[in-house]
């Protein structure tokens, strides 16, 4: 079909051209005719292909349809032709192209779901870091940057401390706080304006940018305060290993960032005080019933460490306390986190006269007290401790006087602040009721002639009579022997029963000796855990018979607590009343002859 009209038109356009040659009228009517001819032709010959080929193309179309439908009449095959003519339209018409739908079950589940959320904790604070730590992820991500991190400003300790951060570095910082300065991050956060560099000359890149061990390469940096309550309390900042990284758009995204972490700020730190106040109380109901089981220096001195241990940062502590026997401050406990942190021992007797921490004792009140150097110290001239750190100390006070010091040092400086001066000062003020609480027990127990857990004489009534009369046998003749009267194994009993289950036995047993005593015999509470008796007018030998009787007599009393039934048993020790002996002799043989009980086993009586 091609070549054909290009022969056709080739006639045509020789045609035209013979036209102008000739100018004779009839030539050129003749000339004109035949090129009306030629150009007619090539027109019908153009047709006619072009209906044959469409003939074809519908014969093939017909070819493909079942045989049922080539036996139709003629009327359908004027219907197929225009059925395939319309086919054929519409396959040379272009078809929209049809979008690409990816079904959820092609994009991995990480990609719209993320990490999992973390298990509900009670520290907000953890909370806090884990909410911040994914923002920062996110942020990272938006900006392509090689590290980003949140900072926090302390401007009452001159820190900066190291919040949540983002980073491909290797060489990223591990401490903790690090101190405010002239660095990029120093100036967002005291300013309160972002700080924007776009190219970071490298010899300077360690004192702009402070959260690197070591140069890293940096030379872009971006900072934008965090602000709460109008005060600018933190900053994020991001960096990247190119240059002209960041613009003023990085510190509008960077600012929505900030914003949304100001918002968490406000109600994380609500939860964070609720959160400390419990956790204050709770330390103090611990620290509360620990006293009320132990009642003695040592005892209260222990709980008010563990209490400060509790709440506080530190590194060692200590609890200084007045020693009215020997008229001196002496250490009663001493702690330090690691064993290769020597600390001062307990029992050393304090030189507070030329120590820093008299000045607590001067104002008394807590105070925050630079870590002294030689020749200045805390307990005495010789001391070395390894510190550079501070010393948060507050007295330990009853409305009467100041019975000590609770001292808590941290080996880094600026560390503590108002609010640990308060705690402080609460446990210091709760360990001082105690202790004015149990002085006055001791004294009013020397003075009471009853003890009054166990209904027998007190100690002090008990050792009164016992001088008396060996001051009487000493003019006047006579017999007697003084037992010790102890219950074995009073630790276990302690252990499972608590102190006040050990005092409801003694009671009990109490009751039992005074029914076998004789209505002249003396008996006395002795020790804690002990009885005291003076069988007068008795020989060694009826001494050891009545001894029995009482041993016998413990052994089979049946006990109940707690709803849980047992026994216990009792060693009996005695020494006999002869001249020449004074009462200190006396009541060292009964000591002696106690240990001999417990060490045959206990449940027996031993009588000198």
């Known amino acids: 079909m091609n070549k054909n009209a290009a022969g056709f038109g080739i006639l045509l356009i020789v045609s035209a051209v013979t036209a102008w040659y000739f100018s004779d009228l009839t030539i050129r009517i003749a000339a004109g005719g035949a090129a009306a001819i030629g150009l007619g032709g090539a027109i019908w010959t153009l047709v006619s292909q072009r209906r044959s080929s469409d003939t074809d193309e519908t014969s093939e179309a017909d070819d493909t349809q079942p045989a049922s439908r080539d036996a139709a009449g003629g009327s359908d095959a004027g219907q197929r032709d225009a059925d395939a003519s319309g086919a054929q339209q519409a396959q040379r018409a272009p078809s929209p192209r049809t979008p690409r739908i990816h079904r959820g079950a092609e994009i991995p589940e990480q990609y719209y779901r993320g990490e999992a959320p973390p298990p509900v904790s009670d520290d907000p604070r953890a909370e806090f870091d884990y909410v911040t730590q994914q923002i920062l992820t996110a942020l990272k991500d938006h900006l392509i940057a090689h590290s980003v991190a949140l900072f926090w400003i302390n401007t009452e300790r001159q820190q900066l401390v190291i919040g949540p951060f983002v980073s491909d570095s290797k060489g990223f910082t591990t401490a903790r706080r690090l101190a405010l300065g002239t660095d990029l991050v120093s100036q967002a956060g005291i300013s309160g304006k972002p700080v924007l560099l776009a190219d970071i000359v490298p010899s300077s890149e360690q004192d702009l940018i402070p959260y690197y061990d070591a140069r890293e390469g940096v030379q872009s940096f971006v900072a934008v305060p965090v602000y709460f309550d109008d005060e600018p309390i933190a900053a994020v900042v991001a960096d990247s290993m190119a240059p002209d990284a960041f613009g003023v758009e990085t510190v509008a995204s960077i600012g929505r960032f900030t914003a949304i972490i100001s918002l968490l700020l406000a109600g994380f730190n609500q939860k964070f005080n609720l959160s400390a106040d419990a956790k204050l ?14 009642m003695d220096p040592y005892g209260v001195a222990s709980a008010a460490a563990a209490a400060a241990a509790d709440v506080l940062d530190w590194d060692y502590m200590a609890v200084i306390l007045f020693n009215n026997e020997k008229r001196c401050w002496s250490v009663v406990r001493s702690q330090s986190r690691a064993a290769s942190l020597p600390y001062v021992s307990e029992g050393v007797t304090v030189s507070m006269d030329g120590s820093v921490l008299r000045s607590a004792l001067d104002e008394q009140d807590a105070r925050i007290i630079a870590s002294p150097k030689q020749p200045a110290y805390r307990f005495h001239e010789k001391e070395t401790i390894a510190s550079q750190g501070e010393i948060c100390a507050a007295p330990i006070l009853t409305p009467r006087r100041c019975l000590g010091l609770l001292v808590v040092e941290y080996r880094e400086g600026s560390q503590y602040g108002s609010r640990d001066i308060t705690v402080l000062n609460q446990i210091a003020e709760m360990a001082g009721l105690f202790l004015d609480a149990q002085q006055t027990r001791e004294l009013a127990r020397k003075h009471l002639l009853i003890d009054e857990t166990t209904r027998v004489s007190s100690r002090t009534f008990l050792l009164q009579r016992l001088n008396e009369e060996h001051a009487r046998m000493r003019k006047a003749s006579g017999e007697a022997v003084f037992f010790l009267i102890g219950l074995d194994n009073p630790e276990e009993v302690t252990a499972r029963y608590g102190q006040d289950g050990l005092d409801e036995i ?26 005291g008796l003076l069988m007068l007018h008795t020989g060694a030998e009826d001494a050891y018979l009545r001894g029995e009787k009482i041993r016998k007599a413990i052994a089979g009393l049946v006990l109940s607590q707690d709803g849980t039934s047992f026994s216990v048993t009792a060693s009996l020790a005695g020494c006999a009343f002869s001249e020449g002996r004074d009462l200190d002799h006396v009541l060292r043989v009964c000591e002696q002859a106690m240990n001999l009980a417990v060490g045959d086993g206990g449940n027996c009586v031993k009588v000198v």
């Open 506 to 531: 003694l009671a009990q047993l109490g009751q039992v000796v005074r029914g076998t005593v004789q209505i002249y015999d003396v008996l006395g509470r002795f020790d804690s855990s002990r009885f």
């Open 281 to 294: 109380l709770a330390t103090l109901g611990a620290m509360r019933r620990s006293m009320q089981s132990v």
